[in-house]
């Protein structure tokens, strides 16, 4: 073993030490230093970023970004085809599935004009099936990958035009339980692929020639012993359009308040048996919130690194996600998550994902799903509301 892998699991050893622990300080820090922390680090991002002199809503594209998708999803592809035999392979990224539910997502009859644009245009309720998801890139025993956690919601009986034509009758949200993503771009996220296949993914942020200790901080405020995947709050950290030359992230936020307990000694799967426990006994229900871009710079859509500042612009509810009460069967849960594909393309152009992170998941996450489904003989397939 070379050095930098034995540096990057000395710090990851030390990472699952602090898990074992975090559950009793959590609390505490995020209601006394995590938003100070953050400022911080954000004020140390925004620094030393230049005015790009966009308008709202407009994108600029990364120079070569086309061949560095490529490259990303080529990088990925060859991971997967290493780790995985075939009928076995999982996803590249947000591997472990924890739950695929049955939920409906309704839309508020109550919102301003500026807000009615694609899904939101009239109150509607959709029915909907909800992945929620470990991290990745493998899946080992929760307690070693549940950091931030991932949430892909698929609207069925979406009518109109779509973006993608592998599906005619959906519209995907996709989220992480962090505001900000892991790499500010695709020539940075490039990188870190790199790193993931060398097992060196501390190395990336560690980097002296290309360091990102801002991004690796932002992400490490966030990453903690998570309780369920049902207690999370969920960010789009991308910006999406909402309405022609409208921007807007969105969020998934929990109702209630309730916080679980972490056992000492938790099971490998924890975090699957907390949702299935929780949704045998009740619903439960995400506000579904909108935040609209009022500032080009201060609000970047080309860079995942910056939070957009809520007193620039607060998040707003717009709809309702409600996961039905329901057994979770794990065979029929694992099948559906081998078929489904969830992709921000499968959208309204109401809702077109916009910046060069956005962008690239286009390519990216086609080529990974159909590498996927054609190793494990699932081919895509679109889901029925009758489902």
Avoid at 102 to 109: I, S
Avoid at 202 to 216: G, R
Avoid at 250 to 264: L, N
Avoid at 331 to 345: E, Y
Wanted: overall charge positive.
């Amino acid at each position: 073993m070379n050095a930098g892998r034995r540096l990057n699991d000395a710090v990851m050893g030390c990472v699952l030490l602090e898990r074992r622990i975090d559950p009793y300080l959590r609390p505490l820090f995020d209601r006394t230093l995590l938003r100070s922390l953050q400022a911080a680090v954000q004020w140390c991002v925004n620094v030393r970023r230049r005015d790009e002199r966009l308008g709202l809503a407009e994108e600029r594209t990364v120079p070569g970004e086309a061949a560095v998708a490529e490259a990303i999803a080529q990088q990925m592809a060859r991971f997967v085809r290493r780790q995985y035999r075939p009928g076995e392979a999982q996803r590249a990224g947000n591997t472990k599935t924890y739950g695929v539910v049955h939920a409906d997502f309704t839309v508020r009859d109550d919102l301003p004009a500026r807000l009615r644009h694609g899904v939101f245009r009239t109150p509607a309720t959709y029915h909907a099936w909800v992945r929620f998801a470990g991290p990745g890139p493998l899946a080992p025993p929760d307690i070693k990958d549940n950091g931030i956690l991932s949430i892909g919601v698929k609207l069925l009986g979406v009518g109109g035009e779509k973006l993608l034509d592998d599906e005619r009758w959906t519209q995907d949200f996709t989220g992480i339980s962090a505001p900000t993503f892991t790499t500010p771009d695709v020539v940075e996220n490039l990188r870190l692929q790199r790193h993931v296949f060398a097992g060196t993914p501390v190395l990336y942020f560690l980097d002296p020639a290309h360091p990102h200790l801002c991004d690796m901080i932002m992400q490490g405020l966030y990453a903690k012993t998570q309780t369920s995947p049902l207690e999370a709050r969920y960010w789009s950290c991308a910006p999406y359009l909402l309405g022609a030359g409208q921007a807007m992230q969105y969020s998934f936020v929990p109702r209630g308040g309730t916080r679980s307990r972490v056992p000492w000694h938790p099971p490998d799967d924890y975090l699957r048996q907390a949702l299935a426990t929780a949704l045998r006994q009740r619903d439960v229900h995400f506000d579904f919130l909108v935040q609209v871009q009022t500032d080009a710079h201060r609000m970047p859509v080309e860079n995942a690194s910056v939070v957009w500042p809520e007193r620039l612009s607060p998040f707003v509810p717009v709809a309702t996600l409600r996961l039905f009460r329901q057994e979770c069967d794990p065979a029929d849960q694992f099948a559906r998550a081998d078929r489904l594909s969830f992709n921000p393309w499968h959208a309204l152009p109401e809702h077109r994902p916009l910046g060069n992170q956005n962008r690239a998941r286009r390519t990216i996450y086609l080529q990974l799903a159909r590498l996927r489904q054609t190793m494990n003989g699932t081919p895509h397939q679109e889901p029925g509301e009758e489902e």
